[in-house]
């Protein structure tokens, strides 16, 4: 029997994800947003080789991110977890093979771009098919959470069920099969090659030529998009539940986020690939694009599409324009302070860029 604590003190645990951070020996990198993950400094991984370092941002512990590096002509010790990741590839090329106990690998072949789902609890090993280069690869999970619910380590990586209903060899398409459009601006798949050049949908509802798409990936409880920013354009202000991690994948920009009733405080951030942005709980953000050609973001936020926690999904919904408590509420061109334009407007006079948006008449709308 383990001893008794004697006080409050150490009796209180703080969070059990950050207990198995530090016992991974690895760094957590803290805040609301951090400038380059393709640069960011990892430490020597002991329990499945490489390199990796963990986050907590946006002052949460629902959703995270694990960055890991591979050295060349090396590989990762196979694992298998009872949290969902969701793996792209920021850098470099390789394979992972993916498997249920006691049947047969199946391997993927992946490159810089690339986003993969790992089933739930199904085992994987990552590889990197270069023999002069490292790879670095990016997961976004919800490893935080579910070490945070059961605060056992045996029971989240040594646990043996196997979810064949989400995943078997008997599925031996599973990351070869064309994927499907469910819904306006809703897509499922399993594997995309290049998310970079994934064709996305029209989004005018949150800005002047913006497109998404949200994406659904082997019935994971993560929540995902990519989004796209035109040259000469930017996003309305809008705000929603903490967890939203948005990494972006192509273009420069910058991000202004602030707290409702602050506007006047906001903060800038500036972002290329691979800045992360994690806003804080009902924290206002908007996606700048100061590039010449497009500004693209993989968000990981939120619950899955297809199971939706009680919360449907309406492409349609008009509320987050009218009311201020609606979940994902925005605030119109027309509403915003016309000084973010006009900083905006002289960010793209400095590069060159002379795309501009349609007028707006302030305090209409």
């Not at 512990?61 to 990741?85: F, G, R, T």
């Not at 960010?347 to 349609?358: F, P, Q, S, V």
Request: one cysteine or more.
């Amino acid at each position: 029997m383990p001893e008794a604590p004697a006080n409050f003190d150490q009796w209180y645990v703080t969070s059990s994800y950050q207990q198995f951070v530090e016992q991974e020996g690895a760094p957590l990198y803290e805040g609301s947003a951090l400038e380059d993950l393709a640069t960011l400094e990892l430490s020597e991984w002991e329990r499945r080789g490489g390199k990796v370092a963990y986050t907590r941002m946006g002052e949460h512990e629902n959703y995270s991110l694990q960055i890991v590096e591979i050295p060349p002509k090396s590989q990762l010790k196979p694992e298998h977890h009872m949290y969902d990741a969701v793996m792209y590839v920021m850098k470099g090329r390789g394979a992972t093979d993916i498997w249920q106990e006691g049947e047969p690998k199946q391997t993927v072949e992946w490159e810089e771009g690339s986003l993969l789902a790992l089933p739930l609890n199904a085992w994987h090993q990552e590889f990197n098919s270069s023999g002069d280069e490292p790879c670095r690869l990016l997961f976004g999970t919800n490893m935080a959470n579910v070490i945070n619910l059961y605060h056992n380590l045996d029971f989240v990586f040594n646990n043996p069920f196997s979810f064949k209903d989400r995943y078997s060899y008997a599925m031996r398409d599973f990351y070869s099969q064309e994927g499907m459009r469910r819904n306006l601006r809703v897509y499922e798949t399993n594997f995309i090659p290049d998310i970079r050049r994934f064709v996305l949908d029209p989004y005018p509802e949150r800005g002047e030529r913006t497109s998404i798409m949200r994406l659904s990936m082997a019935s994971v409880s993560i929540g995902m998009h990519v989004m796209s920013v035109s040259e000469g354009t930017y996003v309305t202000a809008h705000r929603h539940d903490p967890g939203a991690h948005v990494i972006v994948i192509d273009g420069d920009g910058y991000e202004l986020l602030f707290m409702p009733g602050e506007e006047k405080q906001r903060r800038k951030v500036r972002t290329k690939p691979y800045a992360v942005v994690a806003p804080r709980r009902n924290e206002f953000h908007q996606h700048f694009n100061t590039s010449k050609g497009f500004y693209r973001m993989l968000a990981f936020r939120g619950v899955s599409l297809r199971y939706g926690a009680g919360r449907r999904y309406d492409p349609a919904y008009t509320a987050q324009d009218k009311d201020p408590y609606a979940y994902g509420f925005k605030i119109s061109y027309e509403k915003e302070d016309p000084a973010i334009r006009e900083e905006y407007y002289a960010e793209l006079a400095k590069n060159g860029i002379t795309l501009r948006m349609k007028p707006v008449d302030q305090g209409r709308g």
